[in-house]
């Protein structure tokens, strides 16, 4: 728990990995890039709070999850919760 | 309304390969999908066939069906466009389990990480409907989707409710099949606790030694339509699903009615709803499971239903070749039904060498026959039977040549 390192590079790194693994477009993964155009939907947001709460301890709810739209969104609400 | 249904493609996922050709080419060449007593598809690879999405989102039941749907449907020439508007399409894709090697692994994680890390997915792959549900969104079919689950007559009962659909003008076209994926630690254990796998791991029904089935995983998947509309469209006839019928045995929660009453019952009915005579079929593709009692009751329904008819139609199984598919079993074994009249041949029961003196139909030992023309299109029966007490029967007419 809590132990990667915590720089948005890395956090981005390691959820650009999950949208991959998710079957998102890599080529399209970019910090702008919103769930819609990756193809992402609820169920692989709950997935992507799963792996959150796993790699960096932060807990996201339904409520925080609802507010992402971006990639950046999910970096910054993990930089902003673990720190 | 009634219409005369046609069978316009046909697919199938099988341990003797993927697609349908393999299924008929190699069982009819003598080749056998089992290896150390299962019969695993281990020529399917999903990453072949699916992207990562669409394997992430389907257990592999559902993967197997996907890909025999696909299949069909490219056979049919429903794809690109299919034959009327996609509300009018309806899909009816039995199983026996479900979803259950995502059930057994969620059930290592509930117990090794606890019910926070449980995926998202867990329903969605485990839930028995998925595959009906799935391959009816990917080729977007928006008429009446469902599942049927009758452990080994799944597969015959998806067929039966897609024709009556189609017969009676509900859907304007179908995709039928079943599809199964319960090679798992839990359900390969079950079956062999209950005393139902052999344990020589060979599948020889209606042969003397036979000592239970071989536990099978694939998909068989069929499109169905109405009579006149596929021929405005010139659509490639490749048979007709003509009859159905099922019942209950109301006897055992897992063996058969010994006297064949509700197997015989399905298979009379079945020939009534098809409007033909006993002695007009001309091949019963039977469930032929390998176990001691199944081939012994299904034996004696064949002589209440047929009568004198008995003896002279040949009789085989496909289980001789690709083991128990349980809830697809019906599904494929309907595809191998449809291509062996295509091809003109009755294909084998393979292995079958040492006759049982209970069981006195002619089996076809092991090397398939001609086809013999008698100026008509050939007709058959193919049997499905489940545990529960579940007895589904289809009548397949040859396109004729």
Redesign the interface.
């Known amino acids: 728990m809590a132990s990667t390192t915590l720089t948005p590079e890395a956090v981005e790194a390691r959820v650009g990995a999950a949208l991959?693994?998710?079957?998102a477009d890599p080529g399209a993964i970019s910090p702008a890039a919103t769930w819609e155009e990756l193809?992402i939907d609820s169920?692989d947001l709950?997935?992507l709070a799963?792996m959150i709460?796993?790699d960096y301890g932060v807990e996201l709810r339904e409520s925080d999850i609802e507010q992402l739209e971006t990639v950046a969104d999910a970096v910054a609400a993990v930089i902003e919760r673990a720190g | 309304m009634s219409r005369r249904v046609a069978i316009t493609g046909v697919g199938a996922v099988t341990p003797l390969g993927v697609g349908a050709d393999a299924l008929i080419d190699r069982w009819c060449a003598g080749d056998v999908g089992i290896v150390d007593g299962v019969a695993a598809c281990a020529g399917f690879d999903p990453a072949d066939h699916l992207?990562?999405?669409?394997r992430?989102?389907a257990d592999r039941f559902t993967q197997l069906a996907l890909v025999a749907a696909r299949e069909a449907i490219t056979d049919a020439g429903w794809d690109p466009g299919l034959p009327c508007a996609g509300e009018r399409v309806g899909c009816i894709i039995g199983t026996g389990v479900g979803g259950i090697g995502t059930i057994e692994d969620q059930h290592d994680v509930l117990r090794d990480r606890g019910p926070?890390?449980l995926?998202?997915?867990a329903v969605?792959l485990m839930m028995a409907n998925a595959a009906s549900g799935v391959v009816a969104m990917r080729h977007g079919l928006k008429g009446e989707c469902y599942g049927t689950v009758s452990a080994c007559a799944a597969g015959a009962h998806a067929i039966g409710a897609g024709l009556r659909l189609v017969r009676h003008g509900v859907v304007d076209a179908c995709l039928v099949g079943g599809a199964e994926a319960a090679i798992t630690p839990l359900a390969g254990a079950s079956f062999v606790g209950m005393g139902a796998t052999s344990a020589s791991g060979v599948s020889r029904p209606f042969d003397r030694r036979r000592d239970g089935f071989v536990l099978g995983e694939g998909a068989g998947a069929l499109a169905l339509e109405p009579e006149g509309p596929a021929r405005r469209r010139g659509a490639r006839i490749l048979g007709w699903l003509d009859g159905y019928a099922a019942t209950a045995d109301a006897h055992h929660l897992t063996a058969p009615e010994p006297a064949g009453d509700g197997s015989a019952r399905a298979i009379a009915a079945a020939i009534a709803d098809a409007g033909w005579m006993p002695a007009e079929i001309d091949y019963v593709n039977a469930h032929g499971t390998s176990t001691p009692l199944n081939d012994r009751s299904e034996t004696i329904a064949l002589k209440r239903a047929l009568g004198d008819a008995a003896a002279a139609a040949p009789v085989s199984s496909a289980k001789s070749a690709i083991g128990h598919l349980l809830g697809a079993a019906g599904a494929v074994e309907a595809v191998a039904t449809v291509l062996a009249f295509e091809r003109g041949v009755i294909p084998p029961t393979l292995g079958y060498e040492e006759p049982d003196p209970e069981l006195d139909l002619d089996y076809v030992p092991r090397v398939p026959r001609r086809l013999a023309r008698n100026g008509r299109a050939p007709r058959a029966i193919s049997n499905s039977f489940g545990f529960g007490g579940h007895n589904a029967v289809i009548c397949i007419e040859g396109a004729g040549r």
């Open positions: 991959i693994e998710f079957g193809d169920l709950v997935e799963q709460e796993d | 992207s990562v999405k669409e992430r989102r926070g890390s995926s998202p997915l969605p």
